[in-house]
Each structure stands twice: as structure tokens, then as C-alpha cells.
């Protein structure tokens, strides 16, 4: 009896943590529509503007970004509806996993080309920023998430500075 218990809330701990994925996904829209997150309006070109960059590679990105638009948009679209297709298929009475480890592989295989993708960006930007402007833009890139994720960055700064005790005996 205790056992079954267990398998019951077990279930609905996993189907309430699916259900709030759709929630967490709404909440996420900003004004950056290309990759789904919240930017303030204008970040982007001061991100870029400390960078000092040519004309021809300010085009350069301009027509990277665009040429990617299009294709994270109907990626993230595909990604929306399989997610929900996923929340209902789990919320059916007597849904088991095997019923939805196929979306569950979409979902991944979508998650994992958006990842691709991305990375791809990252070595297209690459090829058009000089060295020292990769350089810099990696370090506003990770001052940016240090202030995002604010006391997590901090902790890890000053654990990062203070070295630890050694052993006592």
C-alpha cells in the first residue's frame, strides 16, 4: 500500500513539474524576439558598441542575425507546440511514461539543434570579430550573467578569492 503511495505522488510531482513549464516558458518573453530572452530595449547595441566595430562587420552580424531569426523563431514555435502536446499526453488519466517518451525525445532533439544553433552563432560571430573583440565581448558577456544571476555570481567570486584552510590535524 505504502509502495503504490509512493509511485501516486511521485506521478503527480512530475506531472505538476511539467505543467509549470508552460507557465516558466510564458513568463519568459522579452523584447528580444531572436533567441527568446529578456533583454532591456537597446542592450544590444550598447553590448555591441563598446566593441568599436567596422561598418562591414556591424553588416556582417546584421545579416547573420537575420539569417537566424527566421529559423529560431519556427524552432522555438515547434518547441511550444510539442511541450504542450507533451502536458496534455501526461495529464491523460492512466498516461505512462513509455506513452510519452517519443515527445519527450522530440522535445530533446529540438532542445539539442537549439543549442547547435547557437553555438553555431557563437563561431560565425567569431569569424567576424578580430580576437581582441571576441575577447572583449566574452568578458561583457560574463559580467552580464554575473549581474543576471547576481548573488549566485557574487558566491562564486568570493569563493573564488578566498582560498581555502588547510587541514586541520
Not at 546584421?62 to 522555438?76: F, I, L, V
Not at 529540438?110 to 569569424?127: D, R
Amino acid at each position: 500500500m505504502e509502495n503504490k503511495l509512493t509511485k501516486m505522488m511521485a506521478v503527480f510531482v512530475v506531472a505538476g513539474l511539467m505543467a509549470s513549464g508552460p507557465m516558466v516558458y510564458a513568463q519568459n518573453k522579452g523584447d528580444n524576439t531572436e533567441s527568446g530572452k529578456s533583454y532591456k530595449h537597446g542592450e544590444g547595441k550598447e553590448f555591441f558598441k563598446e566593441l568599436n566595430l567596422t561598418p562591414e562587420q556591424k553588416e556582417k552580424l546584421k545579416t547573420q542575425r537575420e539569417a537566424k531569426k527566421e529559423n529560431n523563431k519556427a524552432m522555438r514555435e515547434q518547441l511550444k507546440v510539442k511541450m504542450q502536446a507533451l502536458h496534455e499526453a501526461i495529464g491523460k488519466p492512466g498516461a505512462k511514461p513509455t506513452d510519452v517518451s517519443g515527445l519527450v525525445a522530440e522535445v530533446n532533439a529540438l532542445k539539442g539543434q537549439m543549442f547547435s544553433q547557437s553555438i553555431e552563432g557563437v563561431f560565425a560571430m567569431k569569424e567576424v570579430l578580430t580576437p581582441e573583440q571576441f575577447s572583449k565581448m566574452q568578458g561583457q558577456y560574463k559580467e552580464r550573467m554575473s549581474k543576471k544571476h547576481g548573488k549566485m555570481g557574487k558566491e562564486k567570486q568570493v569563493s573564488e578569492k578566498v582560498p581555502s584552510e588547510p587541514a586541520k590535524e
